[in-house]
């Protein structure tokens, strides 16, 4: 257990909260996010209507998780290594060691698909857990434990993910030490998403950014940030548009992915706000108006790719804005 609760529990909560979940089980839908936004490295995400995980979970007598995958990603059944056990198992021993979790996940947001994939699986089984322990924990207790299935996915602590997809809508981590989370309206978005069927892993794509920046770079980069949150929040497209650039990572890690200057190039093209690399890729995102534009940039995306002999799957979606969701 290594944060400090928001709100310290007592035996007599924990026991209630035990007692009152017995015999029940939650099942939640955990949505796919869209990290950085091209120019928030680490401090904005946005939820996404679909691809969403399914997951559902009841307790248990002994203080431990068990794990059934539903999928076939043959993801690690020990707690230990998989990113829903992590954050149950910093649950369990908050809850004093009292109860444990079984947990049934059938993923639909592929790993190492820049879709937040990991977060959903961390974020979704703590805000079940949470459900059915009558909301013993506070939104920011299920950040802190999440993030720990981030750490494993990925080497680091990051919300960017994590806060989208269980908030919904549009998410700025101003800080995680102490968390600061604030949701940033937007007007319609309509997204569209094509994944590469590559896998890049957010740990070697986090390994190969620079370390150090310039700092003209870094005007450049605060500036759209601040361009791009007042853009969402007047609901002004067109700085929204200009605002989708990004100066420090795009231009390292698009590197890892196939036909991205393309893939952008065309989008744009077809009518798109703007994009870029979704999370750490290799999924490439745009964000467009209206849902026409939506479907001729995904067009424009199956036609680069069509002439690539990499398979790849499109979403067109918009904004999740309610979050996890129980089903
Ligand atoms: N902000 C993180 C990164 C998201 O870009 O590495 C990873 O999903």
Avoid at 86 to 104: K, S
Avoid at 130 to 155: I, K, T
Avoid at 221 to 236: F, P, Y
Wanted: hydrophobic share 45%; net charge negative.
């Amino acid at each position: 257990m290594e944060n400090e609760l928001s709100v310290s529990l007592s035996a007599t909560n924990i026991k209630e909260a035990i007692d009152s979940a017995w015999g029940k089980q939650c099942t939640v839908h955990a949505p796919g996010t869209v990290a950085n936004l091209v120019c928030g490295f680490d401090i904005l995400g946005l939820a996404l209507n679909d691809p969403s995980d399914i997951m559902t979970i009841k307790l248990i007598d002994k203080p431990e998780v068990i794990i059934h995958n539903i999928d076939e990603f043959n993801l690690p059944t020990d707690p230990k290594k998989n990113v829903a056990g992590v954050p149950l198992l910093d649950m369990i021993e908050r809850l004093d060691n009292q109860a444990g979790f079984e947990i049934r996940i059938e993923k639909k947001i592929k790993p190492g698909s820049g879709l937040g994939s990991s977060a959903a699986s961390a974020a979704g089984g703590v805000v079940a857990a949470n459900h059915l322990l009558g909301n013993l924990f506070s939104r920011n207790d299920l950040v802190q434990m999440a993030m720990l299935g981030e750490r494993l996915a990925s080497g680091v602590k990051h919300a960017d993910n994590i806060a989208p997809c269980i908030m919904g809508g549009v998410t700025l981590i101003r800080s995680i030490l102490p968390l600061d989370i604030i949701s940033i309206p937007s007007p319609p978005l309509y997204v569209t998403i094509v994944h590469p069927q590559i896998e890049v892993r957010t740990e070697d794509a986090r390994q190969i950014l620079r370390k150090q920046i310039l700092l003209k770079d870094a005007i450049k980069q605060w500036g759209n940030i601040a361009g791009l949150v007042a853009g969402l929040m007047k609901g002004d497209y067109e700085l929204i548009s200009r605002s989708l650039e990004d100066v420090l990572i795009e231009p390292v890690r698009s590197i890892l992915i196939p036909a991205f200057a393309e893939v952008k190039y065309r989008c744009i093209e077809a009518g798109a706000m703007g994009g870029g690399i979704s999370g750490s890729g290799p999924s490439i995102f745009m964000l467009s108006r209206d849902e026409t534009t939506a479907y001729k940039v995904e067009d424009a995306m199956k036609k680069v790719y069509a002439d690539t002999n990499i398979s790849f799957y499109t979403y067109v979606t918009t904004v999740n804005t309610s979050g996890v969701k129980f089903v």
